[in-house]
């Protein structure tokens, strides 16, 4: 029995990797939106504080607010 089933385990494996690698190459994820302490996502970009606050967490990383990126 386990060698019938087999082959359709891994061509769904493969299957399920191959959609996995597509979204990845096409940059389908959403990315996020914030709102905290009445400002929304461009105030937040835009504020000096929050920045910091933001580099501070993530010691060792900087922070890319045009593009909202952490690199590390």
């Known amino acids: 029995m386990l060698r019938k089933s087999g082959p359709k385990f891994l061509v769904l494996f493969f299957a399920t990797t191959a959609v996995n ?4 190459l096409a940059d389908l994820s959403l990315s996020s939106r914030a ?38």
């Open 21 to 24: 690698v597509a979204i990845l």
């Open 35 to 72: 709102a905290v302490a009445s400002m929304d996502y461009s105030a937040l970009v835009k504020d000096a504080h929050f920045k910091k606050a933001v580099q501070s967490i993530v010691e060792g990383c900087s922070v890319n607010t045009n593009i909202a990126r952490i690199r590390c």
